[in-house]
T-cell receptor, first 116, second 110 residues
Framework: DAGVIQSPRHEVTEMGQEVTLRCKPISGHNSLFWYRQTMMRGLELLIYFNNNVPIDDSGMPEDRFSAKMPNASFSTLKIQPSEPRDSAVYFC??????????????FGEGSWLTVV | DAKTTQPTSMDCAEGRAANLPCNHSTISGNEYVYWYRQIHSQGPQYIIHGLKNNETNEMASLIITEDRKSSTLILPHATLRDTAVYYCIVRVGRDDKIIFGKGTRLHILP
């Protein structure tokens, strides 16, 4: 089975540009997560969706960040305008939540973003 | 989510069992214990999870104390490829999200 697929794997962009990160969750999963990892702050949960609906976006740093999940097989994380402090690895993850507990979250390989 | 406490780093000789401790003294009855690891430059990888009973799979064993206030992840025969940061997480059953702490940096020594 294909795992969580993220694109692009690496992106270098100039400050002020729009950045769009993409994620394809594992087929059949109904929850999707976006995490950010930096040396200073570690792994942070930005937002997560259940059945395509945003459930918790309290980790989204500011209005420059937005996330969408138009259907069960696709999600985007957008940064507009980007700033150097947004440089980080962004991970997408997915799981199948039956509401009973014990479900496993699977992570993609990450999108490495550098804003110069 | 209940907080967990892990040592910052540990060393283990290659071929020996690596025992990674985790304290979760405020764990609730419906919270699971999960272990993930992150090898450099890769996404976090699921290892194992449990609620009350000890668990074993092809990667590791999870030993949970009877009072559930602590647990130990055991890698039975550590290899150099097991060098990674290991995260112990407690998570409410119905709650989807995982909140990561700082984890334990495990060094496998040749």
């Amino acid at each position: 089975d294909a795992g969580v697929i993220q694109s692009p794997r690496h992106e270098v962009t100039e400050m002020g540009q729009e950045v769009t990160l993409r994620c394809k969750p594992i087929s059949g999963h109904n929850s999707l997560f976006w995490y950010r990892q930096t040396m200073m702050r570690g792994l942070e949960l930005l937002i997560y969706f259940n059945n395509n609906v945003p459930i918790d976006d309290s980790g989204m740093p500011e209005d420059r960040f937005s996330a969408k999940m138009p259907n069960a097989s696709f999600s985007t994380l957008k940064i507009q305008p980007s700033e150097p402090r947004d440089s980080a690895v962004y991970f997408c993850a997915s799981s199948y939540n039956r509401g009973q507990g014990g479900n496993t979250i699977y992570f993609g390989e990450g999108s490495w973003l550098t804003v110069v | 989510d209940a907080k967990t406490t892990q040592p910052t780093s540990m060393d283990c000789a290659e071929g020996r069992a690596a025992n990674l401790p985790c304290n979760h003294s405020t764990i609730s009855g419906n919270e699971y214990v999960y272990w993930y690891r992150q090898i450099h430059s890769q996404g976090p990888q699921y290892i194992i999870h449990g609620l009350k009973n000890n668990e074993t799979n092809e990667m590791a064993s999870l030993i949970i104390t009877e009072d559930r206030k602590s647990s130990t992840l055991i890698l039975p025969h550590a290899t150099l490829r097991d060098t990674a940061v290991y995260y112990c997480i407690v998570r409410v059953g119905r709650d989807d999200k995982i909140i990561f702490g700082k984890g334990t940096r495990l060094h496998i020594l040749p």
